[in-house]
């Protein structure tokens, strides 16, 4: 229902008192709906789909603000562009070209399946630099997996950014990568002697 408008994700807070649920988006504006009226009926869905009574959960849009880094908003867009009949190399590039241009260290876009021939095979797409082990993988490396029905067959999407350090947390993590080499400056006072 909201692949459409860029779906990234979701967040749930739980209290006693009520559900929220945040919705993340590329395009939160049409997840709202005009007057509100697509929200209320997701919301009314929700209530419905999980059992929950009437105003105990709450459905919010939040807008995803680097959407170049974002890898489920990414997977999600390199989808369309396959359901739109675009080449699988030229639609993987573009996706690749603007994960890089939004400031990420490196990006992978894997694209498997029935993609030209009867025999499937997978295509990898690489840009920059990219960590695959240990605990920095996990912390600045995001990953989605998304699949594409197209009339030969299923095609799967895999996309992984990763996030370069950022000391505010609002483009990746805030820690520093373990490998990483700071030269500080020599004290004045220490003066070697010949």
Do not use: N, W
């Not at 692949?3 to 049409?30: F, H, K």
């Amino acid at each position: 229902v909201l692949a459409e408008d860029g779906y990234s994700g979701v967040e749930l807070r739980i209290t006693p008192v009520r559900t929220e649920i945040i919705i993340r988006a590329t395009r939160a504006r049409e997840v709202v709906g005009d007057k509100a009226r697509r929200i209320l009926e997701l919301t009314s869905l929700v209530q419905k789909r999980f059992g929950f009574s009437p105003d105990t959960v709450e459905l919010y849009a939040e807008r995803v603000e680097h959407k170049g880094l974002c890898a489920m908003a990414q997977a999600e867009s390199l989808r369309y562009k396959l359901l739109k009949g675009l080449a699988v190399r030229r639609a993987a590039y573009g996706v690749l070209r603007h994960i890089m241009e939004s400031g990420a260290k490196g990006c992978e876009v894997i694209v498997s399946g029935k993609l030209r021939a009867q025999r499937a095979k997978s295509m990898k797409f690489k840009d920059g630099y990219i960590i695959s082990t240990g605990q920095p993988a996990q912390t600045f490396v995001s990953s989605a997996t998304r699949s594409v029905q197209l009339r030969q067959g299923v095609l799967g999407i895999k996309v992984k950014i990763m996030h370069p350090h950022d000391p505010e947390g609002r483009l990746g993590p805030t820690t520093v990568m373990p490998d990483t080499i700071t030269v500080k400056e020599p004290s004045p006072e220490l003066e070697f002697s010949k």
